[in-house]
């Protein structure tokens, strides 16, 4: 049974006339007639009694007819609501974030999502990438800046841009005059490090690192944020591995050095859920690409 057939079985009903109901319904009679029969033939039960003369409800049919009549109201406010949904995503915007979006991507989109939807209204979620990637898939977000890539099959993912990691260090340090740091240092030196589950992707890149070189490094904190990074190298609690975009934000106590061997690259990706692209989110996506793009993970 389809809704089709609730539409037809309730104009002729109506109409009390196949001719009248089907001119209704912009069909022809013998069309009309048929889909009464097929719902009569499913229902299991003589809905219409049909003469020369009239067109009369039985009793099933009164009892059908009502509930016809709800299952389509029913049917109609599911439409309703679900374009309400729609649209109030269309006017609504989430995004989700890691520092580095809001410094080096936000000023690149946001002026233009401002001046081609003036109206919509954008909230910013500041959370940890398995965070971002939950809310994602809860569509409690609708895009998602993140330093790793989710494989969900209904999860598109590009590249925004890759940037290096530096090695900072308190600035009264006897390191921090040297042209350039060896890794060979950082035995000798106490480590502040970025903690696993508040930036897994980082503290992946810096573990495999060290193992690379065969480094055991003194790791005196971990950090649940880059900006506690910074501080604690500040007070001179010790060295730590940041991306470079935080080198703007380190101050007068700390530098930024240049080391021998070259530090690992880490990159930040957008992602977003296939089902629920939005015109803003082709937007960003434009500007992402005409900015930064480096290409597409998942598809």
Known sequence: MELRHLRYFIAVAEELNFTKAAQRMFTVQPSLSQQIKDLETEVGVQLLIRSNRKVELTPEG?????????????????????????????????????????????????????????????????????????????????????????????IETIQVFDEPLTLIVPKDSLEADLPHISIK????????????????????????????????????????????????????????????YVIPLLGDKIVAKNTVEPLPMIGLYASYRKDQKTEAIDLILKVLKEQFYMGFFNS
């Open 185 to 244: 240092m950082f035995n000798q030196q106490k480590f502040v490090i970025s903690d696993e589950l508040a930036s897994p992707q980082l503290n992946k890149l810096i573990q495999d690192y060290f193992k690379q070189y065969k480094l055991n490094l003194n790791i005196v904190q971990y950090s649940t944020n880059i900006l506690l990074n910074v501080n604690l190298v500040g007070m001179g609690v010790g060295w730590s591995i940041v991306p470079a």
């Open 62 to 154: 009164h009892a059908f007819l009502k509930q016809a009549r709800l299952s389509l109201e029913y049917a109609d406010k599911a439409v309703s609501d679900a374009r309400l949904v729609a649209q109030s995503n269309r006017s609504h915007l989430n995004i989700g974030f890691v520092p580095v979006a809001e410094m080096k991507v936000f000023p690149y989109i946001m002026p233009k999502i401002r001046a081609q939807f003036p109206e919509i209204k954008i909230s910013f979620h500041s959370l940890t990438d398995s965070e971002q990637f939950k809310a994602l898939k809860k569509g409690e977000v609708d895009i998602a800046f993140t330093r790793y890539v989710d494989q969900s099959k209904d």
